[in-house]
């Protein structure tokens, strides 16, 4: 069994912005696939985890976009889990072109979660045998964000069935997306993002009603994101994107 997993795919129009450019979130949505893909493989699943009520949730992921590719461009995906701690497994993405040239890398955090308590538990050994790939790996995502101070804008979202995945909770694609839907579109016109720092601290489920607020840095070329859900007062998420000028992309 090899532990590098590598998926081509080709850059559809449905997943293109008005440069052209594939959106970040849907180069995001085609790690996930190349990752599911890969667990598949190697029968550790959603589908794998259910006869011990186990899912894998994303707890920290850190992007890097180097270049967004373009409409009809064929890019290569690698994936492979680059290590595991405790409650906690890590796999990486590698994004190339077909010159073999790095669009994007992510490093990412997750966990098993029991799906009926919905609280974490140890992975099992034969699990851990399977996913302790060590070569290569990026730096594992450690940081730790910390909510927004004042909020420049926000907006209320009620979650719906297309929101959620196969754990029956929003999707963390999906959640990006979200935060990327929450920012005025003059960002998109005048930036392109370069990295995305996202934690998920909670679930969000069917119904529930969230909150998303903004804060600019422009100091830094950032903007700083929580998700909260206002009936239970609780952060589910926090993110920070870094941006650059497109004149001096």
Same mark, same amino acid.
């Given at each position: 069994?090899?532990? =590098?997993?590598?998926?081509?795919?080709?850059?559809?129009?449905?997943?293109?912005? $008005?440069?052209?450019?594939? $959106?970040?979130? !849907?180069?995001? &949505?085609?790690?996930?696939?190349?990752?599911?893909? $890969?667990?598949?493989?190697?029968?550790?699943?959603?589908?794998? %985890?259910?006869?011990?009520?186990?899912?894998?949730? %994303?707890?920290?992921?850190?992007?890097?976009?180097?270049?967004?590719?373009?409409?009809?461009?064929?890019?290569?995906?690698?994936?492979?889990?680059?290590?595991?701690?405790?409650?906690?497994?890590?796999?990486?993405?590698?994004?190339?072109?077909?010159? $073999?040239?790095?669009?994007?890398?992510?490093?990412?955090?997750?966990?098993?979660?029991?799906?009926?308590?919905?609280?974490?538990?140890?992975?099992?050994?034969?699990?851990?045998?399977?996913?302790?790939?060590?070569?290569?790996?990026?730096?594992?995502?450690?940081?730790?964000?910390?909510?927004? &101070?004042?909020?420049?804008?926000?907006?209320?979202?009620?979650?719906?069935?297309?929101?959620?995945?196969?754990?029956?909770?929003?999707?963390?694609?999906?959640?990006?997306?979200?935060?990327?839907?929450?920012?005025?579109?003059?960002?998109?016109? &005048?930036?392109?993002?370069?990295?995305?720092?996202?934690?998920?601290?909670?679930? !969000?489920?069917?119904?529930?009603?969230?909150?998303?607020?903004?804060?600019?840095?422009?100091?830094?070329?950032?903007? =700083?994101?929580?998700?909260?859900?206002? !009936?239970?007062?609780?952060?589910?998420?926090?993110?920070?994107?870094?941006?650059?000028?497109?004149?001096?992309?």
């Amino acid at each position: 069994m090899s532990y =590098i997993h590598r998926e081509n795919y080709t850059v559809r129009t449905a997943e293109i912005n $008005h440069f052209r450019r594939i $959106h970040p979130h !849907a180069l995001i &949505q085609l790690m996930q696939e190349a990752s599911m893909q $890969h667990t598949i493989g190697m029968k550790v699943s959603f589908w794998d %985890l259910q006869s011990m009520q186990g899912a894998w949730v %994303l707890l920290k992921m850190e992007v890097n976009f180097f270049s967004l590719p373009s409409l009809n461009e064929t890019i290569t995906i690698e994936t492979f889990p680059s290590g595991k701690e405790g409650y906690f497994t890590y796999r990486d993405y590698l994004v190339y072109d077909r010159l $073999h040239n790095l669009c994007a890398s992510a490093s990412s955090q997750w966990a098993l979660m029991h799906t009926e308590n919905r609280k974490m538990f140890r992975i099992p050994d034969e699990f851990g045998k399977l996913i302790c790939y060590t070569e290569n790996q990026l730096p594992r995502p450690e940081f730790r964000l910390h909510p927004i &101070q004042k909020s420049d804008y926000h907006q209320s979202i009620k979650v719906n069935y297309l929101h959620l995945d196969w754990n029956g909770h929003v999707n963390n694609v999906v959640m990006c997306r979200l935060i990327m839907e929450s920012l005025d579109s003059d960002v998109f016109y &005048q930036k392109t993002l370069k990295k995305l720092l996202i934690q998920f601290k909670g679930e !969000a489920m069917l119904g529930d009603v969230l909150l998303f607020e903004n804060q600019d840095d422009p100091e830094n070329n950032k903007i =700083i994101h929580t998700v909260k859900n206002p !009936a239970t007062g609780k952060d589910i998420v926090i993110a920070e994107t870094y941006w650059s000028d497109i004149s001096n992309d």
